[in-house]
């Protein structure tokens, strides 16, 4: 106490200063206060990273992040191409364009880049065409071509493709002076084609660690709840039924004390 003085241990107040001596039952209440505080704040932050780690999860499953890449392959890879000098017009050997096609996910953006030469400098008429105009040019007939060009000893050539069109275009020579008697025309031919390429093993990644990330989030939730359960609620409701049994307690007392009983009452009486 604060005067020194040695206290009964049920002593309720100290008999030298008058300084009232806490109860065992108000300072476990403190103590238990305490303890719900700190499990309260521990049980709040798991909660928290439990929440963040669910929403970044939901996220990378419901929306992947997009990842497109470019790719490039080779229609002709400086090829040489000869043209009877008595044919008119020459369609330069197919090509084979299956890269887009063998990679997953969506494809867009095709773009030719090129070049074409006749290597004795002889002039001559080049158009690259889609399947459906090059029928139309041979016919005679109005035509769209991706490339028109004429009298010209060597072009450089670039354009941008549709998806429907990047592996069945038509790259057509025209020999300006075709006859039995005029030379084989040979051309030099080089033409790369990039394209943007959606990553499907990215989207993949992505779903993946969502799935992950959010299942990180569901395992910290559960202790998150179960300490905010027992630690917090059930201590509170403990706390709460002894101090009503203990105010129960205090009241059978003050009114044992203040209220004799009926045997007293009659002793008293006589």
């Known amino acids: 106490m604060k005067c020194g003085a040695h206290l009964a241990p049920s002593a309720k107040f100290c008999i030298s200063c008058g300084t009232p001596v806490p109860s065992l039952s108000s300072r476990v209440v403190k103590l238990s206060s305490v303890k719900r505080a700190i499990w309260l704040a521990i049980g709040v932050v798991i909660l928290l990273f439990s929440l963040t780690f669910l929403s970044l999860g939901i996220a990378g499953i419901v929306t992947p992040q997009e990842v497109w890449r470019t790719k490039t392959t080779a229609l002709y890879d400086d090829e040489t191409v000869r043209q009877p000098g008595w044919q008119k017009d020459y369609w330069i050997l197919p090509y084979v364009a299956i890269a887009p096609a063998l990679s997953p996910g969506e494809s867009r953006d095709f773009v030719i880049t090129g070049s074409i030469q006749e290597v004795q400098g002889r002039i001559f008429s080049f158009y690259i065409f889609d399947s459906e105009n090059y029928e139309y040019w041979k016919a005679k007939m109005p035509y769209k071509a991706y490339v028109e060009t004429r009298g010209e000893s060597k072009y450089v050539f670039q354009f941008m493709a549709t998806k429907d069109d990047y592996d069945k275009l038509r790259f057509v020579t025209q020999n300006l002076n075709p006859d039995l008697n005029t030379p084989d025309l040979v051309f030099k031919v ?62 059978g007392s003050i009114a044992a004390i203040s209220f004799p009983t009926i045997g007293q009452w009659r002793f008293r009486l006589r």
């Open 190 to 251: 080089s033409a790369t084609m990039t394209w943007k390429q959606r990553s499907a093993s990215a989207q993949i990644a992505d779903v993946a660690t969502g799935i992950f990330t959010g299942a990180i989030g569901l395992v910290l939730l559960i202790p998150a709840l179960l300490i905010l359960y027992h630690r917090v609620i059930r201590t509170r409701r403990g706390l709460v039924m002894g101090s009503t049994q203990t105010g129960s307690a205090a009241l």
